[in-house]
């Protein structure tokens, strides 16, 4: 069964410290894995997107790192901000289709406290 | 950034009513989504479209309808709202190809009384 699992559910760090959140996935044929944020009552907003070759991806405080052997991935956040608290959603896309079908994990409530 | 838009942001409705919710993208992407989202849970896509005159439904089973008469309009509508209905709808979309970034509206929010 095609399945995406985040972790932690939810964090609490304060403000200006690093943090890593974790996705396992069973997705298979693998086409490439994205990273969401989503602020309450917002739609979701990309952050990354890597393909099987691609191991690494910034964008600016958050890097994503993939290990499509052993089907994991992780966000890493740098110097956290008040405003990097937010739901971070894990999602990833199989080859089964031309839609690309989008297996989407439950996301990490992460809070940043001043 | 997304220009992706959604309306209303928040509808409070009656059992029993009809409502549409709206959802325009000014990208020109051929493909559009709508994603149901309770609470700590996941996203579950419930129809989708790959252009004009294209709807499918998605993983998960719902009351609703879509249509795509113009590339940039994507609404749907419930018939019949029910309390079981209240939830956050997302509206999505993106170019073709299965690496394309995918852009989502802001969502409305149903509640269903």
């Known amino acids: 069964k095609n399945q995406v699992e985040q972790s932690p559910q939810s964090l609490i760090i304060l403000e200006g410290k690093n943090c890593t959140l974790q996705c396992n996935y069973t997705v298979s044929p693998f086409s490439n894995l994205r990273w969401y944020k989503q602020d309450t009552g917002r739609g979701p907003v990309s952050l990354t997107i890597?393909?099987?070759?691609?191991n690494t991806k910034s964008n600016g405080r958050y890097t994503a790192t993939l290990d499509a052997d052993t089907k994991q991935s992780s966000l890493h956040i740098t110097a956290s901000q008040l405003s990097d608290s937010a739901s971070y959603i894990c999602?990833?896309?199989?080859?089964?289709?031309?839609?690309?079908?989008?297996?989407f994990g439950r996301g990490t409530q992460l809070t940043v406290w001043p | 950034e997304a220009d992706i838009y959604q309306t209303p942001r928040y509808l409070v409705i009656g059992t029993g009513k009809k409502i549409t919710l709206e959802c325009s993208q000014t990208m020109g992407h051929d493909k559009m989504y709508w994603y149901q989202q309770d609470p700590g849970m996941e996203l579950h896509l419930i129809h989708y479209s790959y252009g004009v005159n294209s709807t499918e439904k998605g993983d998960l089973s719902s009351e609703s309808t879509v249509s795509r008469i113009r590339t940039e309009h994507f609404p749907l509508t419930l018939e019949s709202a029910r309390p079981s209905h209240t939830s956050q709808y997302l509206c999505?979309?993106?170019?073709?190809?299965?690496?394309?970034?995918?852009?989502f509206g802001s969502g409305t929010q149903l509640s269903v009384l």
């Open positions: 999602v990833v896309s199989d080859r089964g289709s031309t839609l690309g079908r989008l297996y």
């Open positions: 890597m393909t099987f070759s691609e």
């Open positions: 999505a979309s993106s170019h073709r190809g299965p690496n394309e970034k995918l852009f």
